[in-house]
């Protein structure tokens, strides 16, 4: 048996392996990508101080998984017939309801609160305590979403008068839910990408250690997984069409993970208001500029929400 055979055999066995190979890894790496991390919903024991806090649980618009919730009704609102506003948190990737902005959200639900504004902080699929799901980076957290909104209107609240925060993933199911139901009224999108396959693409080779070519073979995997074709993922172009439906898109200006480059092109797309933050990592916004940020979000949703500028102000002096 002469080198040149052996090699020659090597060789050949390589190259018949190799395809085996490139979809054994991007199979793995798209269970990867669309298997969420769990994470305890509404770990921070401020939480314990909302003694009205409830938690509530709902089906997606279609579908049949359970998510869970957590419902603050406002001191004044439907569980005291009086108040009609409420907002709605939804959390990104590898988070849970209460810890949207990856640190804790309780400064600004209380804020909310203490305006008499109701809030709803929502588990996406296969996140905190909802069903095991994939996920589909927006696609279908959109029903998860509606699912919300139904709950919300079966509590009395009217469209319009419903608005919502999202973080990151959260804001493009957000953007997605709001073409397809009115009753959502205005959005904040906080550290959102603008289109899904230019930010992995970026993101691709620092997250999975693999060269770029293994991309496309990923995102079909991570279709035949969950059915839904990730490359089509785009809040920029959904913001587009949305139509009088106000927007304020907040980004930390060193976001390394979704470049605030995004958040300009959503910002545009939506004919909405743009605040860039100090911060070097993402969703840095509110851990930056803590006060800040709950004086911009809350008053962005009362005086959307319909409240009198006077009393804006009274009760953000109030949440401080």
Same mark, same amino acid.
């Given at each position: 048996?002469?080198?040149? *055979? #052996? *090699? ?53 618009? !279609?579908?049949r998984l359970l998510l869970a919730a957590s419902y603050l009704g406002a001191p004044d609102g439907p569980d005291g017939r009086g108040a009609r506003r409420a907002?709605?948190?939804? !959390? ?21 609160? /203490? ?9 996406? &699929? ?28 079966? /509590?009395?609240?009217?469209?319009? &008068? ?10 493009a199911g957000v953007l997605r839910a709001a073409l397809r139901d009115a009753a959502i009224g205005p959005i904040v999108l906080d550290s959102t990408y603008a289109?899904?396959?230019?930010? #992995?693409?970026? /993101? ?18 991570? &279709? ?7 490359? !089509? ?12 439906c106000p927007v304020l898109v907040i980004h930390a200006h060193g976001d390394p993970f979704v470049p605030v480059a995004h958040a300009r092109r959503l910002a ?23 006060? &800040?940020?709950? /004086? ?7 005086? !959307? ?16």
């Amino acid at each position: 048996m002469t080198t040149a *055979w #052996i *090699w020659a055999s090597t060789s050949l066995a390589v190259l018949a392996a190799a395809p085996l190979l490139y979809a054994a890894l991007c199979v793995a790496v798209a269970h990867r990508m669309t298997t969420p991390r769990r994470v305890p919903a509404l770990a921070d024991p401020a939480w314990s101080g909302f003694g009205a806090l409830r938690r509530v649980g709902f089906t997606p618009r !279609h579908g049949r998984l359970l998510l869970a919730a957590s419902y603050l009704g406002a001191p004044d609102g439907p569980d005291g017939r009086g108040a009609r506003r409420a907002v709605l948190f939804v !959390h990104g990737k590898d988070c849970s309801r209460g810890g949207e902005v990856r640190v804790s959200s309780e400064p600004l639900v209380r804020a909310l609160h /203490q305006a008499g504004v109701a809030v709803l902080m929502l588990d996406l &699929r296969g996140h905190g305590d909802s069903a095991a799901s994939r996920m589909t980076y927006g696609i279908d957290e959109a029903d998860d979403v509606l699912g919300a909104i139904d709950w919300l209107r079966r /509590q009395g609240f009217s469209a319009g &008068r419903i608005g919502v925060f999202a973080a990151s993933m959260g804001g493009a199911g957000v953007l997605r839910a709001a073409l397809r139901d009115a009753a959502i009224g205005p959005i904040v999108l906080d550290s959102t990408y603008a289109d899904f396959a230019a930010m #992995i693409d970026g /993101q691709f080779t620092a997250l999975t250690g693999l060269p770029r070519l293994f991309l496309p073979g990923a995102l079909a995997a991570s &279709r035949w997984l969950t059915g839904a074709d990730l490359r !089509h993922i785009r809040p920029e172009g959904d913001a587009l069409r949305l139509r009088g439906c106000p927007v304020l898109v907040i980004h930390a200006h060193g976001d390394p993970f979704v470049p605030v480059a995004h958040a300009r092109r959503l910002a545009v797309a939506a004919r909405g208001e743009l605040w860039v933050t100090p911060g070097e990592h993402h969703l840095a916004s509110f851990r930056e500029t803590p006060v &800040r940020y709950v /004086q911009r979000v809350a008053g962005f949703f009362e005086w !959307h929400l319909g409240r009198p500028a006077g009393d804006v102000v009274t009760s953000l002096k109030e949440a401080a």
